[in-house]
């Protein structure tokens, strides 16, 4: 399942070069923190789980069998890690500052109407996502944001894709109800 590239980056760190580590952590960096990001909801707590997460990654590179795709091993222990770090600490996710959003989201975009219009949205979808159990906001960010099929989020989870399909359709009524109230909430706050 490795490619040559990822079996000798991943030889070469387990031989103790440090430099091939930090190309390891530089190709993994954004995905590990982006998830962190959304679950956590808060950039120092993300910050902090995406350390934890290549901490343990060196401490598990030794026993990495390579029976699947690296992206999907690292992702794995970033969502175990999140999820470890809410049980333990059982704090609010909190909502993610503006000027993240503006700088992440929409480094891309030129026109300054989109970037209102589409930063009302994510905030929107943040503060919905951050309603939803941690397990619910980690199956729509799986599925929608990062863009994973059911057999990648089957390996990172460790669920069965019938499961999974069962979390995602309760997943998404959820969110969408979540929505719907924060919409209402908002006309009712706007014509008020």
Same mark, same amino acid.
């Given at each position: 399942? *490795?490619?040559?590239?990822?079996?000798?980056l991943i030889s070469e760190i387990r031989h103790g070069n440090t430099r091939a580590y930090s190309v390891?952590?530089?190709q993994y960096k954004d995905?590990?923190?982006?998830?962190?990001l959304r679950l956590l909801g808060n950039r120092d707590e993300a910050e902090e789980a995406a350390q934890d997460t290549f901490i343990k990654i060196f401490n598990a590179l030794e026993t990495f069998k390579g029976d699947s795709k690296v992206s999907t091993w690292?992702?794995?222990i970033a969502y175990n890690t999140c999820l470890d770090r809410i049980k333990k600490y059982k704090k609010e996710r909190l909502y993610v500052d503006v000027d993240y959003i503006k700088e992440v989201a929409f480094s891309e975009l030129d026109d300054a109407l989109d970037k209102m219009v589409q930063a009302e949205r994510t905030a929107l979808i943040n503060a919905c996502l951050a309603k939803?159990?941690?397990e619910d906001a980690a199956v729509?960010?799986?599925?929608?944001?990062e863009?994973?099929? *059911?057999v990648e989020m089957e390996k990172t989870l460790g669920l069965s894709v019938n499961t999974i399909k069962v979390r995602l359709f309760r997943a998404r009524k959820k969110l969408a109800t979540i929505m719907e109230q924060s919409m209402e909430r908002e006309m009712l706050d706007n014509n008020g």
């Amino acid at each position: 399942m *490795l490619t040559n590239k990822e079996q000798e980056l991943i030889s070469e760190i387990r031989h103790g070069n440090t430099r091939a580590y930090s190309v390891f952590v530089d190709q993994y960096k954004d995905l590990v923190f982006t998830l962190a990001l959304r679950l956590l909801g808060n950039r120092d707590e993300a910050e902090e789980a995406a350390q934890d997460t290549f901490i343990k990654i060196f401490n598990a590179l030794e026993t990495f069998k390579g029976d699947s795709k690296v992206s999907t091993w690292v992702y794995r222990i970033a969502y175990n890690t999140c999820l470890d770090r809410i049980k333990k600490y059982k704090k609010e996710r909190l909502y993610v500052d503006v000027d993240y959003i503006k700088e992440v989201a929409f480094s891309e975009l030129d026109d300054a109407l989109d970037k209102m219009v589409q930063a009302e949205r994510t905030a929107l979808i943040n503060a919905c996502l951050a309603k939803l159990p941690a397990e619910d906001a980690a199956v729509i960010t799986l599925f929608y944001f990062e863009e994973k099929n *059911l057999v990648e989020m089957e390996k990172t989870l460790g669920l069965s894709v019938n499961t999974i399909k069962v979390r995602l359709f309760r997943a998404r009524k959820k969110l969408a109800t979540i929505m719907e109230q924060s919409m209402e909430r908002e006309m009712l706050d706007n014509n008020g």
